[in-house]
């Protein structure tokens, strides 16, 4: 599942500080997911929240904890970035 990342979460990715609902799965967060979030922080400062087209966390559904019989989230493996729309004159 896909998870936004937001702020505080992209400082703690950054710090290296996780926080009590990050679980990173092994070999995360590595450096992608460090300048990924770096570049999370600069953009909507410049041009304003690029939402949807930001960075996300990809996290398994199948370990974490459950809210009404849904999951909400669990060990984060990954992470995607969308930057922005696809070029209307491309392909």
Known sequence: MLRPLDAVRARRLIDGAPGPDDHGGPGHPDA??????ERHLRVP????DPLPFRAYG?????????IDGTTIGGTTIGGAGFHGPADAGAG
């Not at 992608?32 to 979030?37: E, M, N, S, V």
């Not at 400062?45 to 304003?48: E, K, L």
């Not at 990809?58 to 459950?66: N, Q, S, V």
């Open 32 to 37: 992608g997911d460090r300048a990924g979030a």
């Open 45 to 48: 400062s410049a041009q304003g």
């Open 58 to 66: 990809i996290r398994r559904r199948d370990d974490g904890p459950t």
